[in-house]
């Protein structure tokens, strides 16, 4: 099983909706006994709270559903995972400080925009102080940028 996790912040905004576009693809392409996905927040703030109103609202909209439940990273996730994906350069910093601090860390950490053809080097920019235009650009973002992982992983996996 090929495991990714989407890492953001608090986990109730970017993370979730690259979880939910990532499940949709998988299921879509008939890979869920193949590929399991997750998230995860670089903080404890929203532990056990669903994804922000906003952004439910903004998935719903594009038929992609967002079953997650806040959770924060732990020290184990960079020994499960194969992938780990970080919002924005603060996400990643902090990841890899994480990744350090453990043992035979089997995670590759990308940063998520790296598969964006649009903008490999950007950040996914938090939506959560924006109005709801800000949710549907992170919506459009994620797509393209989770659409690249999958064509990744694919490729990388050889499925």
Known sequence: MIKVLFVC????????????LLIHLVKEEGLS???????????????GEPADRRMRQTAESHGIHLPS???QIRLSDFQEFDYILAMDSSNLRDLQ???????????QLFKMR????????????DPYYGG???F???YQMLDRATRGLMAHIR?????
Request: hydrophobic share 30%.
């Open 114 to 125: 790296y598969f964006d053809p649009q903008a490999p080097d950007s950040d996914v920019p």
């Open 132 to 134: 709801d235009l800000g």
């Open 69 to 71: 439940k806040s959770r």
């Open 155 to 159: 490729a990388e996996h050889g499925i």
């Open 33 to 47: 006994d193949k590929i399991s996905v997750d998230s995860a927040g670089t903080s404890g703030w929203h532990i």
């Open 136 to 138: 549907e650009e992170v």
């Open 97 to 107: 400080d994480l990744y350090h601090q453990v043992k035979k860390p089997k995670a």
């Open 9 to 20: 912040l608090g986990n109730i905004c970017r993370s979730p909706m690259g979880e939910g």
